[in-house]
């Protein structure tokens, strides 16, 4: 048995600790064990993902138990990329929180990180409903660490509503689950798959009232309208990196429709449909306009980014809703994309705050480092609004190509034609405000310059920059490989039965049945 | 027995979404809190209701699915969990700022807010 897949898990959850426990007052030995933790990550996703490409799905069966009675880890396609994205959006982070010292601002940002880490890898590999809860719960509870690191009345009350907010989510998704296993039996996603198509239509109502249930739930997570109100606050209260962390989070939601939405209650099945064409499409078109409405609208810089967050998740929605091949395909090339550049733009927010009373647009006095902060605010603004020639432009073309025998495809192209021309408005403005009036407003007498941001946050920021670049330059293979992702999650058979068929300990040999 | 539990998952339901929307920390928590022990009796719920029965299987003819009873701890803890979070989150927040409204205040005094970023800042 391949015990590589436990380790994107098992890995933080040591690290953690032994941050906590061995080098509770070294923040160097902190920062050395948490980017080498995070190195580690990468590594192993990087080999988990390779080994994923060739479409072979791997299994771990915690205490080898067998399906569906014990737990299982899956390694697909999708579950790979996800990890592998995630690892790598950390690294930058964490170099960036380094960078700029905001881990010295409170205490156990590392263990935080490290935790925040392992719930959004056992999110992506596990094969199990309940289980899926859990890493939620785990992911979450490590970011209201986070979400209050270093403190502040503002922040604390922005973390508080952020908490209520996701309590009450959790309990929705365990009323899902519990809904769930009264009407099939079981929580293992495999399992589920064969066990809905069972269900006839008459004694459907259980299953269906469950299906929306937890597309509510998702659509919590992936802040799409009218459930995106804790986004916004949150998102712009937490620390720099923190937020760019949390660009992860928003697609979380998004991995999980795409998930348990083509493989539980793929988009033929009878007693479900209408779900994604009637509710969730006209959800994201409006999630779209709205995000992009909010950053137009926007009076500071951190909440336009929010804004822009939530307007790249209704774009991945609109993508996800079509529930094609194309679309998925599209969708998950957007993914990428979005989460770098939303985490590009927390960052470079968080940059341009040094020197600064406060983000609101207004122009104020020119800071140390404000050119190069500002170059990196140009390139990353039209990564997220979508203009030639990063990645935005090239992954907005393929949600447009893949929506182009919808039915409601004048709608789809109308909304997002015209979301991009108002963020796009929305961010020139916010871009020329905050750096381009600065040189018209003499700094005040006597005040000390401030000094520049630290070059290690620079080449975080840049780090990420870069590969939104190569994002761009390699769209071709990126998008054949999403295609086969997309392609894989069409034809769950092989995944379905890698779970269900592998015999672990106690189970019957295969003659003797 | 079945009345029982159903109009007592509903009663908690009801009266939890009500204190959540009361839009004050101590009626929210004590809301979420209400919430969270329907879905705890709901998920227990959801292995059928049986009574005198063992949850394993063994020789009798009856058994309790033992698989929701193992849900339902595992959401206690972690409900109990989440709830001292944010018990201790609105503490603080109420004591920093002297107010225990779960939105933020409307941002329509300048002034006030530039203070108060001053004092984030610091």
Request: glycine content about 8%; aromatic content about 10%; cysteine-free.
């Given at each position: ?76 396609r ?31 940002f ?41 403190g502040?009345?503002?922040?604390l ?24 296993y ?35 739930v ?20 937490a ?51 709205i995000?992009m409405?909010?950053v ?8 336009l ?34 989460t770098?550049?939303g ?14 009373e ?48 919808a ?12 979301a ?23 700094p ?16 975080a ?37 890698t ?15 | ?7 007592a ?24 809190s209400?919430?969270t022990?329907?879905?705890n ?28 009873q ?53």
């Amino acid at each position: 048995m391949m015990h590589w897949i436990a380790l994107p898990i098992i890995l933080p959850a040591l690290v953690a600790p032994f941050i906590v426990l061995a080098a509770r007052y070294h923040i160097a030995i902190q920062r050395v064990l948490s980017t080498a933790g995070v190195l580690a990550l990468i590594a192993i996703a990087a080999g988990l993902a390779w080994q994923a490409a060739d479409g072979t799905v791997t299994l771990y069966r915690l205490g080898d138990w067998p399906a569906p009675f014990g737990i299982v880890l899956v390694a697909d396609r999708l579950a790979t990329m996800m990890i592998l994205l995630t690892a790598v959006l950390g690294l930058f982070v964490l170099l960036y929180a380094i960078g700029s010292k905001w881990d010295e601002r409170g205490r156990h940002f590392h263990a935080l990180f490290q935790f925040q880490m392992m719930g959004l890898m056992g999110a992506f590999l596990t094969g199990d409903l309940f289980n899926l809860f859990v890493f939620f719960e785990v992911l979450l509870i490590a970011s209201y660490g986070l979400m209050i690191h270093s403190g502040g009345n503002r922040r604390l009350r922005a973390g508080v509503q952020y908490v209520l907010y996701n309590l009450l989510g959790s309990t929705l998704f365990l009323f899902a689950l519990g809904a769930i296993y009264a009407e099939t039996g079981t929580l293992n996603m495999a399992d589920l798959a064969g066990r809905v198509a069972m269900i006839d239509e008459g004694g459907s109502v259980g299953i269906r009232v469950a299906s929306v249930l937890l597309l509510l739930v998702f659509a919590i997570k992936a802040a799409v309208v009218p459930l995106h109100f804790w986004l916004p606050s949150s998102y712009a209260n937490a620390p720099g990196p923190v937020a760019a962390l949390f660009a992860v989070m928003t697609k979380v939601g998004g991995y999980a429709i795409i998930r348990v939405y083509t493989l539980i209650f793929p988009p033929d099945l009878e007693i479900t449909s209408g779900l994604h064409s009637v509710w969730l499409l006209p959800a994201a078109m409006v999630t779209l306009a709205i995000g992009m409405i909010g950053v137009l609208a926007a009076r500071k810089l951190d909440r336009l980014v929010a804004y822009s967050v939530i307007g790249s998740m209704g774009m991945v929605m609109i993508a996800i809703a079509l529930f094609t091949q194309a679309g998925i395909a599209a969708a998950l090339y957007y993914i990428v994309h979005s989460t770098l550049a939303g985490a590009a733009l927390f960052l470079i927010a968080d940059l341009a705050r040094s020197g600064r009373e406060n983000l609101d647009l207004r122009a104020a006095p020119m800071v140390a480092g404000a050119p190069l902060t500002a170059g990196m605010f140009f390139a990353a603004a039209i990564a997220m609004v979508g203009l030639p020639p990063l990645s935005g432009f090239t992954g907005k073309l393929m949600i447009l190509d893949a929506s182009i025998n919808a039915p409601l495809v004048v709608w789809i192209w109308a909304t997002v034609l015209i979301a991009s021309l108002i963020s796009l408005v929305g961010f020139a403005r916010a871009g020329s405000t905050l750096f381009w009036k600065a040189r018209a407003v003499p700094p005040p007498e006597g005040a000390e310059p401030a000094s520049p941001p630290s070059a290690l946050s620079y080449t975080a920021v840049g780090g990420l920059l870069a590969l939104l670049a190569a994002l761009t330059v390699l769209a071709g293979p990126v998008h054949r490989y999403t295609t086969a992702i997309a392609a894989q999650l069409f034809a769950p058979a092989p995944y379905v039965s890698t779970v269900l068929e592998t015999p672990g300990k106690l189970s019957i040999p295969a003659e003797e049945h | 027995m079945e009345l029982l539990v159903a109009s007592a998952i509903g009663i908690l339901t009801a009266a939890g979404i009500y204190l959540v929307q009361r839009l004050r920390t101590f009626p929210v928590i004590i809301g979420v809190s209400l919430l969270t022990y329907a879905v705890n009796v709901f998920l227990f719920a959801s292995g059928r209701l049986t009574i005198a029965a063992p949850p394993i299987l063994n020789d009798a003819e009856t058994y309790t699915d033992p698989l929701p009873q193992a849900l339902v701890l595992t959401a206690i803890v972690i409900s109990f969990g989440m709830t001292a979070v944010v018990v201790m989150m609105a503490l603080g927040a109420y004591l920093g700022a002297d107010d225990d409204h779960v939105n933020e205040p409307a941002e329509s005094d300048p002034a006030k807010r530039r203070s108060q970023d001053r004092e984030d800042a610091a």
